[in-house]
């Protein structure tokens, strides 16, 4: 099998066994970036997660951002692109493309030099939000480095969805639970 083939399939066994193992969203998303960081040659790895609430992408994990949380519209730089258009982009020159939003530069302190960000689209069809990588630290990203990115952003969007499950399910138990209480207290003062 060539190199080419052989690295996607890699990180895909990396993740899968990664998204068995723990259920803790913070820890699978942030071994994901290390991980992506390490297949992709990059220096950074972040994903955005849209918010329907407030019409806006969240940077969920990045590793190197200290927990500084970004927001942006959904429209805003690359990422917002990628999300309304449900396209990936390969740009190799950051400062060049009148997509990119310099603003993030300007509050992290890091300079985009090139990036590479694919949408997260789930099962359903549904834009969760997008994943992105920046700064090849050997050369110009490439069709190879975007379907690794692809696939990655395909298990993202299944670990997202496992943990709104996940979520969803703790909080029907815990009202399902307060209803039972209060149903056995009213049974009981009623009898």
């Not at 849209?50 to 951002?65: C, E, G, I, N, R």
Request: aromatic share 8%.
């Amino acid at each position: 099998m060539e190199k080419s083939r052989i690295r996607p399939h890699c990180l895909v066994t990396e993740l899968f066994q990664l998204l068995n193992l723990d259920t803790n969203l913070d820890t699978v998303l942030a071994v994901s970036m290390y991980k992506l960081n390490q297949y992709m040659d990059s220096e950074r790895s972040s994903i955005f997660v849209f918010d329907p609430l407030k019409k806006q992408l969240t940077s969920y994990s990045s590793l190197d951002l200290a927990k500084q949380e970004i927001r942006m519209s959904k429209s805003t730089g690359v990422a917002g692109w990628v999300f309304e258009h449900r396209m990936p982009a390969v740009i190799n020159d950051a400062y060049k493309d009148n997509r990119f939003f310099r603003g993030v530069d300007d509050m992290t302190g890091f300079r985009t030099r090139n990036l590479i960000c694919s949408p997260m689209i789930d099962d359903k069809g549904k834009c969760l939000g997008t994943i992105q990588s920046l700064n090849k630290k050997s050369g110009d990203f490439t069709t190879e480095d975007l379907e690794l990115l692809d696939v990655t952003a395909r298990l993202v969007a299944v670990a997202l969805n496992k943990n709104k499950a996940y979520d969803e399910m703790l909080t029907t138990n815990i009202t399902c639970g307060k209803l039972g209480n209060r149903l056995s207290t009213e049974l009981a003062i009623s009898a």
